[in-house]
């Protein structure tokens, strides 16, 4: 079993909130994990139609049976039923720690546990697996990395990764979906998620989407919501601090795996990415999902942004840290050129910051005397601290 980042998050958790509820994509490893470290917990799959007819006809037998040690609930939001009766033995208790519940389908979670368990539960979010922690098993390129993505099951079994991919798309279309929303036209909505990917880390422009998809703008918020529920997708904000006038008020698109989008893009194996118009972008996509990983699996929210001006000035990344701005550009070359820095000293110039980060694909750590600094992927975790 790898090692996860959020397990020491996972533990200060349980012993400040009577319960802790680990929310991600679907086969991110929660349950994996939960298991592991609260291995003491009997562990029961609301999935499972038996164990839901029981909860929903008698919720109070249901929950007595597991009053002494508690329980790990997972996919918890197919029942909701169950939270209105947590919340009064949480009350009635000051045991921390005692129930553990997980879900993949954030929207319905949240929603349950905002009605019943507010300021009850702590939270984490459990993506699948960062460069860090497969650090020993990882694949030797950039490119295969990018082909193969983050999915824990295709690194804990030999699994072709083009039919992981297919039966993941199948089973999030044809299963999750009907869980949030009513998609009359299942054809189009995989037309939408494949657009999506060929948009990977660029400015959403709802608009055009509409126009490509054949639906109006209000269908395609909803559609990008569901998404964003179901960790598919999220959208990188622009930073909300003004230093120009002219700034691009746009998100940037990104999805939560690489090995999902070239699945998506139709990328047949991995030697089709070496000059693939898409690899930069894809790059650039797994890199801010290491930055967030990093956040995440600290228990703590997304502090990252990007800037961008109409002239097409622009920071990849800025990681806003209260008192500072951090400003990151991500560029897929093994070889480092004066073009790196190009954004980085017109960030200078413009806010008064002294330096920057670069992190690129190549293997050689820099420290310039500029203060700019030229991280390889594998020493992202090392030499970005927050």
Not at 37 to 49: G, I, R
Not at 120 to 127: A, E, N, Q
Request: positive net charge.
């Amino acid at each position: 079993m790898i090692l996860r980042n959020a397990q020491k998050t996972l533990v200060s958790l349980s012993n400040q909130f009577k319960a802790v509820a680990v929310i991600g994509p679907r086969q991110s490893g929660k349950t994996t994990l939960v298991r592991s470290v609260f291995s003491n917990k009997e562990y029961v799959n609301l999935e499972n139609p038996d164990s839901r007819q029981f909860l929903k006809e008698d919720p109070r037998g249901f929950l007595a049976q597991y009053s002494e040690k508690g329980a790990i609930f997972d996919e918890a939001q197919r029942v909701p039923e169950l939270f209105s009766y947590l919340q009064q033995i949480l009350d009635e208790s000051n045991k921390p720690g005692q129930y553990i519940l997980t879900g993949s389908n954030n929207f319905l979670l949240q929603q349950n546990i905002t009605q019943s368990l507010a300021g009850r539960i702590g939270y984490l979010t459990l993506l699948p697996f960062s460069i860090d922690e497969i650090k020993n098993q990882r694949p030797k390129t950039i490119d295969a990395l990018l082909f193969k993505g983050f999915y824990p099951p295709l690194y804990d079994h030999k699994v072709e990764t083009n039919f992981w991919f297919l039966n993941y798309i199948r089973t999030y279309i044809e299963r999750d979906l009907r869980q949030l929303k009513t998609i009359e036209n299942l054809f189009i909505f995989e037309k939408f998620l494949k657009l999506c990917a060929g948009r990977v880390g660029q400015l959403l422009n709802k608009n055009a989407l509409a126009l490509a998809v054949g639906v109006n703008n209000k269908t395609i918020e909803a559609w990008l919501g569901v998404l964003e529920a179901s960790f598919i997708v999220f959208r990188l904000q622009p930073h909300h601090k003004n230093y120009n006038k002219r700034v691009v008020k746009m998100p940037k698109l990104y999805f939560y795996d690489t090995g999902l989008v070239c699945a998506l893009l139709g990328v047949q194996n991995l030697n089709q990415l070496e000059f693939h118009p898409f690899k930069g972008s894809l790059f650039e996509n797994m890199v801010v999902v290491e930055l967030l990983k990093k956040q995440l699996n600290q228990g703590k929210s997304s502090n990252l942004y990007f800037w961008r001006n109409k002239t097409g000035n622009e920071i990849d990344v800025l990681i806003d840290n209260f008192n500072e701005l951090i400003p990151i550009e991500i560029k897929a070359g093994k070889t480092i050129t004066n073009d790196y820095f190009k954004g980085l000293k017109y960030w200078n110039n413009l806010t008064g910051y002294k330096g920057g980060k670069v992190i690129y694909g190549g293997e050689d750590y820099q420290k310039r005397s500029n203060n700019f600094e030229v991280i390889p992927l594998d020493l992202i975790d090392e030499k970005i601290k927050d």
